[in-house]
């Protein structure tokens, strides 16, 4: 499992909903230690990404315009 989250802000164009999802759902699994959804994981999942997509959308609303460079492989 990856622990790196796709840099979204000053992407050109501006990152759809679904790259928001995949980066919440990507956190939440690396932070959960999920790798799967089960029947007894799935809800917990779900209202996590809902609420970090949601956090993440209102973050990239509030910060200034700007390309942000990428970090740089060492």
Known sequence: MS???????GLDP????QEIYAA???YVRTV???SGLSTTTKAA??????AIAAATTQLLADLPDGRVEPPREE
């Open 3 to 9: 622990g790196n989250i796709t840099l979204l802000r």
């Open 14 to 17: 501006a990152p759809t909903e």
């Open 45 to 50: 999942v779900d209202k996590a990404v809902s």
């Open 32 to 34: 959960g230690g999920v």
């Open 24 to 26: 919440a759902l990507q």
